[in-house]
């Protein structure tokens, strides 16, 4: 791959994020381990409200020794609300390994890094080029959208080999100089200026350098194929209360989605079952009271399924001793625990 423009392109880029880019708090540091902590809450969540957990996450665990060995429910705590929970534990895994087994030094290449739980390409490059000023690429959604219009490449980003084309490109362009400024340049001007629908083109600095701008098709790029659509799955929710005022409460699975949050017990509503009876059944309880069987009705989505979730609060019995995964708990005991957003709703309206 060749581009006519490669020094021009670079020079521009770099000087722009020099003078334009956004003051966020893990810029002011050159520790790989903060720099990991926020490339990992950057993943599909917006800046603005990494901000804030970003902060206050480093406050708690400021060394990587203090993270590698934090209990997970506490973990989890602190990263609730930011969803996708597999990335907490898997950051807190892979920064326990740094921590065994590179005497809690983050390594400074990619063969060692990319070894780490959790690092996958971007992730590697983007603590490579920023922490530790290496040349090497972090291609992410933003970087693939500017580059698939600076270079006109018209490969389907949403196929997996197509990242590959990009990484490439990224090697050809990267300032060896400034690598760091280079990468977060890229990621800046995708979610500045060239973004995915009207790009601020008139605003671009490299606009003279861009080949869809000089040929008028920036709508037309990237390539994206469209998403399969989402499962939508219906769920009763029971706000079970017993007579001291406590609630039930259940712990998920240790692996699949949301693993070890907590949760109202949730049953899918199918057409042969009665969701009343299969909550008495799974839970050993028996309802004594429906106290507001509309409680709260809302849907919560996923990156790959849709819940439907129908809440009700009913007063119950308990039947049986209940396993140490499911308990009857005060709300200041729920409080304390992770859980996941349809869940917060969920308290926030019995609180």
């Known amino acids: 791959m060749k581009y006519q423009y490669t020094n021009e392109f670079r020079h521009n880029l770099v000087e ?85 087994k590179y005497d809690a030094v983050v390594p400074d290449n990619r063969h060692d890094i990319s070894k780490l739980k959790g690092v996958g390409p971007y992730t590697a490059g983007a603590i490579l080029s920023i922490a530790y000023q290496k040349p090497e690429h972090a291609v992410d959604g933003n970087v693939m959208r500017v580059l698939s219009r600076v270079l006109h490449i018209e490969d389907d980003i949403a196929v997996p080999k197509t990242r590959k084309v990009f990484e490439e490109a990224v ?66 929710v029971f706000a079970a209360r017993d007579h001291q005022g406590r609630y039930l409460l259940e712990k998920r699975p240790s ?55 129908d809440c009700m609060l009913v007063g119950v019995e308990q039947n049986m001793v209940l396993h140490e995964n499911v308990k009857f708990l005060s709300v200041e005991q729920i409080k304390s625990l992770p859980m996941p957003v349809p869940m917060l709703k969920i308290l926030n309206v019995l609180n």
């Open 16 to 100: 722009w994020f020099n003078n334009e880019k956004r003051d966020l708090p893990w810029r002011r540091t050159a520790d790989p381990y903060k720099i990991w902590v926020s490339e990992v809450m950057l993943q599909q969540t917006r800046v603005d409200t990494v901000i804030p957990y970003y902060n206050r996450f480093l406050e708690k665990y400021p060394t990587i020794q203090d993270l590698a060995y934090a209990p997970q429910e506490e973990l989890l705590k602190m990263w609730e609300g930011l969803g996708y929970y597999s990335r907490a534990r898997n950051l807190q895994a892979g920064v326990k390994e740094v921590v065994e």
């Open 171 to 236: 090697e050809m362009l990267i300032d060896e100089e400034h690598p760091g400024d280079f990468n977060q340049a890229l990621m800046d001007l995708g979610a500045m200026i060239c973004t995915p629908t009207s790009p601020k083109c008139l605003l671009c600095p490299v606009r003279d350098y861009c080949i869809a701008f000089s040929e008028g098709d920036t709508d037309k790029l990237p390539v994206k194929s469209k998403k399969v659509k989402t499962k939508k799955v219906q769920f009763k």
């Open 255 to 309: 692996e699949g989605l949301l693993a070890d949050m907590w949760q109202f017990p949730m049953i899918e509503v199918t057409e042969n079952s009665i969701s009343e009876d299969t909550f008495q059944q799974n839970y050993n309880v028996e309802i004594t009271a429906i106290i507001d069987k509309e409680l709260l009705k809302f849907k919560h989505i996923f990156s790959h399924l849709t819940w439907e979730m």
